[in-house]
């Protein structure tokens, strides 16, 4: 039998994986992380600026207000991006999308780096929008491509790939960060236009690779483009069962036509499905471990870090999170999706108890705030190779071709609407509660444990069409489901 690398090297799979991962999700986690550490410089700017045009300093509620701009038009993007998203794969298929994308992250780009020389801090609000849209719809895209290449035996290793690239992303946004690398004064506008260079990598490169095959089969139509790009990815061979697959799936598309989202949220056929995709999506955006990337300077100082070495923490929380990465792809064809999602939740409540317990014990020695941190890092290590890695595959497994891109519009709409609930509250939160806020991140994990060990059917290793019946096999609150019928009978 052939090695995962062997498969993944037979023909351009592993470069396609590459190209799309660099273009796709590593935007977001840049632009999660890349803000934090010329923060401060960008408010002197918006300050030099406001001083050039009125001559006078800006209030310091009017440089809070922009600045706050500045940081949540990202989420506004976000959603953004989400909601073009059914429409432009519709129209340009994945490939083109993904390098429609890119052109987009270029222009932000251009838009970013000039703001500084025409002194303008709406040009870095705009751009902070495209970049919202770019990651937005970049990360939906990488996502809905990555699963439609997989083959099943794969499916699982090939979209914790995703993950792998947000985490590589939100590394480095730290590590270019750095004040020894691109963190200086001068400089904060290049810091911030650092993924344009993988945009314009994905561009030169994507045009080369093929369309996804089960884009070309079911929504086109065209078998016989569909078994070439099929080749082309994993080597020779006839991939007749990939392919029947497809047809099968095609034939339960004939029966249940394509919908928006709207259509989508009233079809009961599928009510389970969507009810795992919003309780999933919320656990993992309230979990906790959004916060840690956005707010993590003032978790650390407030743990008792040193300001100056709060930057290499955070490296080393990147690299925790890219080695966790690595091992959820390679565990979870072995696990299976069910063992991840409730063995991480349950871990990460119990983590961030502990957290509660150490932050309220008076600790004197200078080692105890390090152990608050290795307990934030288990945490993130916990949902990586949890619920996190485990949520990229499921999420092109559960939806049939037909409703999978108005599934991704509402994950996407939930995903960037909680992220910016969370950014919003979570000051408010902890200045009422202190320590005590990580205890409702616990009841949060607690409850997507109890859900996923209670109504979540194992997906791995099953085509899509046995995993819709298992979720139409749950009967609770479930009457008859005459859409389901029919779709079994022609079938």
């Given at each position: 039998m052939e090695s995962l690398w062997q498969q993944l090297t037979r023909g351009h799979a592993l470069l396609l994986i590459f190209a799309l991962g660099f273009g796709g999700s590593f935007h977001c986690g840049f632009h999660v992380t890349s803000l934090s550490s010329p923060s401060s410089f960008i408010r002197s700017f918006i300050n030099s600026s406001w001083h050039t045009r009125y001559q006078e300093s800006a209030p310091p509620q009017t440089v809070t207000v922009i600045w706050s701009l500045i940081v949540s038009m990202f989420s506004v993007g976000g959603i953004i991006g989400v909601l073009v998203f059914q429409f432009i794969a519709s129209k340009l298929g994945r490939k083109k999308t993904s390098i429609f994308n890119s052109v987009l992250a270029l222009i932000g780009s251009g838009i970013m780096l000039t703001s500084k020389y025409a002194e303008s801090y709406e040009m870095i609000i705009a751009a902070?929008?495209?970049?919202?849209?770019?990651?937005?719809?970049g990360q939906t895209i990488h996502l809905m491509y990555l699963g439609e290449i997989s083959p099943i035996r794969l499916r699982g290793f090939v979209t914790?790939?995703?993950v792998t690239f947000q985490s590589l992303g939100k590394l480095s946004g730290q590590f270019f960060g750095l004040s020894e690398i691109l963190g200086r004064e001068h400089l904060?506008?290049?810091?911030?236009?650092?993924?344009a260079a993988f945009a314009l990598l994905q561009i030169i490169v994507l045009p080369f690779l093929p369309e996804a095959p089960r884009y070309l089969f079911i929504e086109k139509g065209d078998d016989i483009a569909c078994r070439k790009a099929l080749q082309s990815l994993w080597g020779q061979g006839d991939y007749k069962d990939d392919m029947d697959e497809m047809l099968a799936e095609q034939a339960a598309i004939d029966a249940a036509p394509r919908k928006s989202p709207l259509q989508l949220l009233g079809d009961g056929s599928v009510r389970w499905q969507l009810l795992s995709l919003l309780v999933i999506t919320l656990c993992n955006q309230m979990c906790g471990m959004p916060t840690v990337s956005i707010f993590s300077f003032d978790i650390f100082q407030s743990a008792g870090i040193p300001p100056d070495k709060i930057r290499y923490v955070m490296v080393g929380f990147g690299l925790a999170e890219i080695t966790a990465s690595f091992?959820?792809?390679l565990v979870i064809e072995r696990v299976g999706r069910k063992l991840m999602f409730w063995g991480g939740y349950s871990a990460m409540a119990?983590?961030?108890?502990?957290?509660?317990?150490?932050l309220n014990v008076t600790l004197s020695s200078h080692w105890a705030p390090y152990v608050v941190v290795?307990?934030?890092?288990?945490?993130?290590?916990?949902?990586?190779?949890?619920?996190?890695?485990?949520?990229?595959?499921?999420?092109?497994?559960?939806?049939l071709q037909s409703d999978r891109k108005a599934a991704f519009v509402l994950q996407g709409i939930g995903r960037?609407?909680?992220?910016?609930?969370?950014?919003?509250?979570?000051?408010?939160?902890?200045?009422?509660?202190?320590?005590?806020?990580?205890?409702?991140?616990?009841?949060?994990?607690?409850?997507?444990?109890?859900?996923?060990?209670?109504?979540?059917?194992e997906t791995k290793g099953k085509t899509i069409l046995e995993i819709s019946k298992?979720?139409?096999?749950?009967?609770?609150?479930?009457?008859?489901?005459?859409l389901a019928d029919t779709m079994e009978t022609k079938l």
């Open positions: 902070r929008i495209l970049y919202g849209c770019t990651a937005g719809l914790v790939t995703s904060w506008n290049v810091v911030l236009c650092v993924p091992f959820a792809g119990a983590s961030w108890v502990v957290v509660v317990v150490l290795s307990f934030m890092a288990a945490n993130i290590i916990f949902f990586i190779v949890g619920p996190g890695g485990a949520m990229a595959a499921l999420m092109s497994e559960i939806f960037w609407f909680f992220f910016g609930v969370q950014g919003f509250f979570f000051p408010f939160l902890i200045n009422a509660l202190d320590s005590y806020c990580f205890v409702l991140f616990a009841c949060v994990c607690l409850l997507g444990c109890l859900y996923n060990v209670l109504f979540l059917p298992e979720f139409n096999g749950i009967t609770l609150c479930r009457g008859s489901n005459p």
